[in-house]
């Protein structure tokens, strides 16, 4: 009977996979949202295309490279009809173009010459922003002595573009500019821009008064004879400090224009002048006001961010300084507690019991003590590496600035279709349609057999990979907290993490009576090992719809259809003589052929809907709509989750759909709001991070005048109906 050496193969194929799965991770993250475009395969170039948006770098050098001289780089943006991106004042919603510029020395960037934006009305909101063609424009300072032939000029620029709904998207771009003749292929689009930025006036008699009321009152001295007696339109370049989408006053008193705009009642901005920019048709005006008076109180600040912040200051000081306290080390030893226990309840993940329940099952054909013993520890030893390599690329990755969190490699949609081909490889494996040992080569095969110690290491990688995506109880404050310490402590946890997920396996080897419990073999190991194929098989339906979630149908019809493609290789394989070698090359390249055509799709992601409802009263997150709802005096109950992460499905279906509490949250008139992590997202990572948790699915009641309560991973009826009554 032939059981464990397949499986074995099996973990030895997949180790490799596996490997390259989580090196691909660290690769990706740089590009979460990379949309297909025509620097996104292979080498920067100098346009980048979208369905939503068509970015070009651009140059306007009329006299060479030489100091003293003109020379201008900007990125075109050409918005497909009704999106559009954003101002350096986005306005109640969206962010701004961001350009990163990668030049050679004695070459410097200026900052952006930010055309005169238009209002673009989004509901009850309002934004600042760019449709149809916009070029933002960087002058280039040229420093003496600067030598060469050609300017190289590289750059990555990042900007989100929406409709009703909004995508963020990069590029890369390169572009090189001769020095010493001229580059003027693009020169009326630059005049055309400089026409469209408004122009620089003196202060002079401006102010503007807040007066310590609701709202500022504008007075605005000097402008243009043209535009006396004309309604302008505002824009004001400092945030977070007007109502865009308010209804305001305007009026000119002689030759001054004067408005009244209402204060922000999120305002969090106390600006000592306002750089102001007004415009009629195609001319516009900036003036940079200085503020007379003193500011009134944010009026958010009495309601929530008082005890919110008290809570973080108290998380950070208990992070930043973990051994000046006596506090810190409770803290560390609670820690590493609850990354054992939760270690612990991994394995009872559906994908990861399959793998323990096969390895202890394996025991009954191990007579010899210190063998069992021997391959206990190795996968031991397999499982802690693999999280402490998990742990130091997270802490890395972190620390070289990215925003990542615990299962931050299923936010790739390239790695779940990995995950989603190696779960049917395993399942296919157990069901018997193949066995590893008949494809291998002959000498790797007998070299695989006869080193059980290696497999069971394997085992372990293989377990650690599989179940990385999961949050189990206890976990969550432990590796919130892990994140906020230094290196050694923080892998420290991660090992106890890898312990505790080992410690079955490890306690079943070394306990003799354990093996003596189990029946004795026979064909039932068969039966068993063809039955475990179903779980994997469902992982695989589970990882399809986590797909679908990223990246749509079209990403998850392709990868179901890959994955045919995938069993159909593997069974030419199976054959023999002429048949495997006709249909095996007939089916590799038909499998080739499905990667090319269809594979793309994969990665492409959907649309993000923003502050639209999801379902059953749920609306989506977005920064700030916690506080703009307890400025309200609402309180709101926020779902940190992601389709990737098995227990926020489970209590979702559970907790969250049970009538009881629904009645309760409708009873107490509670927000309900749903902060999507499925695809990496900085500003959820960051949430997460203020409330001292690193993965999903977190919890959290917010109740204006308190602070945040963050309640268990594996929520109860009776817990959340309990929290629901403090209210």
């Known amino acids: ?27 990706a993250q740089n590009a979460p949202l990379n949309l297909p475009g025509k620097s996104s395969r292979g080498a ?54 961001q350009l990163d510029w990668q030049l050679p020395a004695g070459i410097d960037a200026g900052e952006i010459a930010w055309p005169t934006p238009k209002k673009i009305p989004i509901g009850t909101l309002a934004n600042y922003g760019y449709e149809k ?105 400092t ?23 209402p204060l922000s009642g999120q305002r969090t901005e106390s600006p000592a002048s306002m750089p102001l920019v007004v415009a009629l048709d195609n001319a516009a005006y900036r003036i940079d006001a200085p503020v007379k008076g003193a500011w009134p109180a944010p009026a958010a600040a009495a309601v929530v961010p008082p005890a919110l912040e008290a809570a973080l200051r108290a998380n950070a000081s208990a992070g930043a300084t973990p051994l000046q306290t006596s506090a810190a080390p409770v803290g560390l030893i609670a820690a590493l507690l609850g990354a054992l226990l939760g270690g612990l309840v991994l394995n009872l993940m559906p994908c990861v019991f399959p793998v323990l329940a096969i390895k202890v099952v394996g025991f009954v054909q191990v007579k010899d003590s210190a063998t069992r013993l021997t391959t206990g520890l190795a996968y031991t030893v397999g499982v ?97 907290y892990a994140v906020g310490l230094p290196a050694l402590e923080a892998l420290a946890i991660f090992a106890a993490l890898g312990v505790g997920m080992a410690l079955p396996y490890l306690a079943a080897s070394a ?49 179901l259809a890959l994955l045919v493609l995938m069993a159909l290789v593997i069974w030419a394989f199976t054959l023999r003589g002429t048949a495997r070698t006709l249909l095996a090359a007939f089916s590799l390249a038909l499998g080739a052929w499905g990667l090319w055509s269809v594979g793309p799709n994969i990665t492409r992601p ?14 989506a997150w977005e920064p700030g709509r916690v506080d703009q709802l307890a400025a309200q005096g609402q309180s709101v109950f926020v779902d940190f989750t992601a389709a990737w992460c098995v227990t926020c499905q489970y209590n979702k279906k559970t907790t969250l759909s049970n009538a009881t509490v629904l009645a309760d949250i409708q009873a107490k008139n509670v927000a309900l709001l749903r902060a999507d992590w499925t695809r990496r997202d ?46």
């Open 44 to 97: 920067a170039a100098s346009v980048v295309t979208t369905d939503q948006v068509r970015a070009e770098l651009l140059a306007w050098a009329p006299e060479g490279v030489e100091p003293g001289k003109p020379v201008w780089v900007g990125l075109q943006l050409t918005h497909q009809p009704e999106w559009h991106t954003y101002w350096k004042n986005s306005g109640d919603s969206g962010l701004p173009t």
């Open 606 to 619: 959907v649309a993000i809907a923003s502050a639209a409802p999801v379902a059953d009263g749920w609306q």
């Open 239 to 261: 945030g977070s400090v007007i109502e865009p989408a308010a209804a305001w006053q305007q009026a000119w008193q002689g030759a001054v224009w004067t408005a009244e705009v």
């Open 384 to 480: 802690v590496l693999s999280f402490l390599a998990l742990g130091a690329l997270l802490l890395g990755l972190r620390a070289a600035g990215e925003q990542l969190g615990w299962g931050f490699q299923l936010q790739n949609p390239a790695v779940v279709a990995l995950m989603a081909a190696l779960f049917t490889l395993l399942g296919l494996n157990l069901a018997g349609l193949f066995e590893f040992g008949n494809l291998l080569p002959g000498r790797l095969a007998g070299w695989q057999a006869k080193n059980p110690t290696v497999n069971a290491f394997l085992s372990g990688v293989l377990a650690t990979a599989i179940a990385s995506p999961c949050t189990a109880p206890f976990m969550g404050a432990s590796l919130g």
């Open 1 to 27: 009977m032939h059981f464990k050496r397949p499986l074995s193969a099996a973990l030895a194929a997949t180790f490799l996979i596996a490997l390259g799965a989580m090196s691909a991770v660290a690769s």
């Open 682 to 727: 900085p500003a959820v990572t960051a949430a997460l991070a203020q409330l001292g948790r690193n993965g999903v699915p977190v919890y959290v009641i917010y109740k204006p005048g308190r602070a945040p309560v963050v309640m268990s991973e594996i929520l109860s009826v009776d817990e959340v109906r309990a929290e629901l009554a403090k209210l």
């Open 133 to 237: 063609t916009v070029l933002l424009p960087v002058p280039l300072t040229v420093a003496p002595g600067f030598a060469g032939s050609q300017l190289e000029v590289k750059l990555k620029a990042a900007w989100l573009v929406c409709r009703k709904e909004c995508i963020p998207q990069e590029g890369d771009f390169a572009l090189s500019i001769p020095v010493r003749s001229s580059t003027g292929a693009s020169s009326q689009l630059f005049k055309d821009t400089f026409a469209a930025t408004p122009k620089a006036l003196p202060a002079g008699a401006s102010q503007v008064d807040v007066g310590g009321g609701k709202a500022i009152r504008i007075s605005l001295a000097g402008l243009p004879a043209a535009l006396q007696g004309k309604t302008l339109a505002l824009y004001p370049e």
């Open 511 to 559: 306990i003799p009576a354990v093996a003596r419990a189990l029946p004795r073999p026979g064909p039932w190991m068969v039966t068993f090992k063809q039955l475990m194929a179903f779980p994997m098989f469902a992982t695989v339906a589970w990882l399809v719809w986590v797909l679908g979630q990223q990246s749509g149908v079209d990403g998850a019809g392709a990868l």
